[in-house]
């Protein structure tokens, strides 16, 4: 059974940090791409950052660029995200997603997400 589970959410002030975690399962984590979406309410999804199975390519979008880093640790099947000096407009749910297309088939999962408030 696939599972993604996000941990590490939560309420945190303006200029402050938190670390989300993606414990990955039932599925062979280091062979798959990893990134992390975000939703807020009322917008669409939107990707924030993205890894390569092998951790060599990463990728942010440019409203995170110097403030979040993605990580993986392939021996701990966990994906992460260093959240730094956020700002109220990262508020929204963080989800974890696993991909890889293997000919013409589309491997893609998701987590339950996790809700992260920045706020004063």
């Known amino acids: 059974q696939v599972r993604l589970v996000e941990s590490g959410g939560g309420l945190v002030q303006p200029g402050g940090s938190l670390r989300l975690s993606c414990a990955a399962s039932g599925f062979t984590f280091s062979s798959y791409a990893m990134r992390w979406y975000r939703q807020a309410p009322g917008k669409e999804r939107e990707l924030v950052a993205a890894i390569a199975s092998g951790g060599g390519s990463i990728t942010y979008a440019d409203s995170v660029k110097g403030r979040f880093t993605i990580s993986r640790d392939n021996a701990k099947n966990t994906v992460y995200l260093q959240m730094n000096s956020l700002k109220p407009e990262d508020t929204a749910v963080y989800y974890c997603?696993?991909?890889?297309?293997?000919?013409?088939?589309?491997?893609?999962?998701w987590g339950q997400g996790t809700q992260v408030t920045v706020t004063s």
């Open positions: 997603n696993a991909r890889r297309v293997i000919l013409v088939k589309d491997y893609d999962y």
